[in-house]
């Protein structure tokens, strides 16, 4: 039944009857926005509340929507016992609460699992965000990603094919990668430049249709000679974006892996040729840091000084100086890939209200 969304001003669209959160479906319209609107959104990893705020106040600060993402190593991080399934749920829930305070559309994301942590992590995590669904909690993550491009494109797909389900009956989308055969400096596994092929993306574009969904309802990593990390990215072909758009006959919402560290020009032609969402953790990582080590700098050793140094030991002090920091690179990001000033105005349940639904709702 169509009507009107309700969390975007305006929007029509059927209504799944979750008034918690953003539903699959609005995550699909930002999609097509970015996709029409020739922008993409920042993705932007996250491991605790400051990195968190930062990447929230960032993208509020640029009226742009975006992707706020954890990783398995976030995730462990945020767990007391190092569970990435229970550090993915505890960081999930401080996210969504986070995002209540703002108002442009935050995407919650996990992102990178390999093929060897999905028994015990996305798997895992999927099964448990469901039983919490039907306990009638608030939804957590809005989409999930799956990393198989180190495995031959067949196991990928066939891997893909066990996890769709698992991530709809969580109204989640899904993010996955048909890489170069055995992933390659994209995931920092070789040290050259790989290239994912038409055939391959072909592969992975059959699971989907099989599955009754089109290329809008998901997201695609593919290598065009992009790495994560530190690493230079010196043989980047965007270009391979809009031949393997071409070639297989549909647009493809394509996702730029390892964004820090790019040229303005790479990433500008990127969006150009299709990219709908870029990740970036190493320069926001770098940003935090350098916003505290600024901070230590001018502190010129006082927060050594238990007598005087309380303004600068503090903890909240030096966070803040970090925190700060990041947000302007985030920002700036918002920037770059054209999504600062278009982000739907949208209205979160408040953080006040419970995050499970009285009986009948
Ligand atoms: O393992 P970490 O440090 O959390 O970060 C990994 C993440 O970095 C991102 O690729 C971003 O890449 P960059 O760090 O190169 O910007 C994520 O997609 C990737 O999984
Ligand atoms: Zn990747």
Request: charged residues 25%; negative net charge.
């Amino acid at each position: 039944m169509a009507s009107t969304s309700p969390h975007f001003e305006g929007m029509d669209m059927t209504d799944t009857g979750n008034t918690f959160t953003m539903t699959k479906a609005e995550v699909r319209q930002l999609l097509d926005d970015a996709h029409n609107g020739g922008f993409a959104y920042p993705a932007i990893n996250i491991s605790n509340l400051d990195t968190a705020i930062a990447a929230m106040e960032g993208l509020e600060q640029a009226n742009s929507a975006g992707f706020v993402q954890v990783s398995i190593g976030g995730a462990k991080q945020a767990s007391p016992t190092g569970d990435p399934v229970e550090g993915s749920i505890i960081i999930g829930r401080m996210m969504r609460d986070l995002r209540k305070s703002h108002h442009v559309p935050i995407m919650l994301h996990t992102d990178h699992c390999h093929a060897d942590y999905v028994d015990t992590w996305l798997k895992p995590l999927l099964v448990e965000l469901k039983k919490l669904k039907d306990a009638g909690e608030e939804k957590i993550f809005d989409s999930f990603m799956f990393d198989g491009s180190h495995d031959e494109i067949h196991d990928n797909a066939a891997t893909i094919r066990e996890l769709l389900p698992m991530v709809e009956a969580v109204d989640g989308v899904l993010e996955v990668e048909a890489g170069g055969k055995w992933g390659g400096m994209e995931d920092g596994v070789a040290d050259k430049a790989v290239y994912s092929t038409p055939e391959d993306v072909a592969v992975i574009q059959q699971v989907f249709k099989d599955l009754g969904l089109d290329e809008d309802d998901y997201l695609l990593a593919v290598a065009f000679g992009n790495a994560h990390g530190t690493a230079v990215i010196p043989d980047l072909k965007p270009e391979l974006l809009s031949e393997i758009a071409e070639k297989t006959g549909v647009r493809n919402m394509y996702v730029f892996h390892g964004g820090s560290g790019s040229s303005d020009e790479d990433v500008r032609a990127a969006v150009k040729d299709g990219v709908v969402k870029m990740n970036v953790d190493t320069d926001t990582q770098y940003e935090f840091t350098n916003g505290i080590d600024a901070f230590f700098v001018a502190a010129d050793g006082k927060q050594r000084s238990h007598r005087v140094g309380k303004k600068y030991f503090d903890p909240r002090k030096w966070n803040a100086a970090g925190r700060k920091a990041m947000t302007a690179k985030v920002a700036q990001v918002a920037e770059l890939l054209g999504s600062a000033g278009h982000a739907r105005k949208v209205t979160y349940r408040s953080v006040l209200e419970p995050v499970v639904a009285p009986a009948g709702e």
